[in-house]
Each structure stands twice: as C-alpha cells, then as structure tokens.
C-alpha cells in the first residue's frame, strides 16, 4: 500500500507562483511514475503532469507546459509541482497519485493508470 500526502495549496493571484508537495509512504515501486491531477468544480478530473519514479522522464498537459514543473526528490520519497504564471482557469483541486509497477512504453496520461491516491489540496487563482 502507498499513502500520498499533498500539501502546498492555497490562494494566489493571476501570475504568482505555488509550489506543491507530495509525500510518499509505504510500498514503492522502482519503476512506478508519481503524477498530478486537478478538478475543478463539475469538471472532470485530468492529467497535468507527470515523471518516472527512477529516470526522471516527465511529460506535461499543453495547458500548463512551459509554467509547471514537475521534480522527484528519491530520497525524500517527495514529488513537487512548481507552478508558475498561473492563471484563474488553474482554479482546481490537485491531487497526487502514483501508479504500480509501471512500463508500458507510454507515459501514464488517464485516470485509471494510476492506483494511489492523495487526498487533494485546493488552488484557487484570482484574477
């Protein structure tokens, strides 16, 4: 079992910058990717990033490529999310999650690649 624990959320006006953090417990997976996710109200959950657990590969949202960074600390058993020029329209909550054992010569983009869970922080961006 792997236990993900986010923090770093809160309110910051168009253009500023925050910086997320998930902490990971548990059973890990060499070979698993950590990513993040973000809903916004009656929207759909969707993908914003994510980096392989061993290599550091990371792929990116268009909607946020270019603003957002995505970082691994092995160590530390953390992932972080720098995010940067944010706008209103990254209103959200984001979430952390992490797949399994994972290879399958894509990078995990869906929902249902991942199997562990955090519990969600609010962004909330004012225009």
């Known amino acids: 079992q792997v236990q993900l624990v986010e923090s770093g959320g809160g309110l910051v006006q168009a253009g500023g910058s925050l910086r997320l953090s998930c902490a990971a417990s548990?059973?890990?997976?060499?070979?698993?990717?950590m990513g993040w996710f973000r809903q916004a109200p009656g929207k759909e959950r969707e993908f914003v990033a994510t980096?392989?657990?061993?290599?550091?590969?990371?792929y990116y949202a268009v909607s946020v490529k270019g603003r957002f960074t995505i970082s691994r600390d092995n160590g530390e058993n953390t992932v972080a999310l720098q995010m940067n020029s944010l706008k209103p329209e990254d209103t959200a909550v984001y979430y952390c999650?992490?797949?399994?054992?994972?290879?399958?010569?894509?990078?995990?983009?869906?929902?249902?690649?991942?199997?562990?869970w955090g519990q969600g922080t609010q962004v909330t961006v004012s225009s």
């Open positions: 980096i392989h657990w061993r290599g550091g590969a990371t």
């Open positions: 548990g059973r890990t997976f060499s070979s698993a990717c």
């Open positions: 999650a992490a797949t399994g054992a994972y290879d399958t010569g894509r990078f995990p983009v869906r929902t249902n690649d991942y199997n562990y």
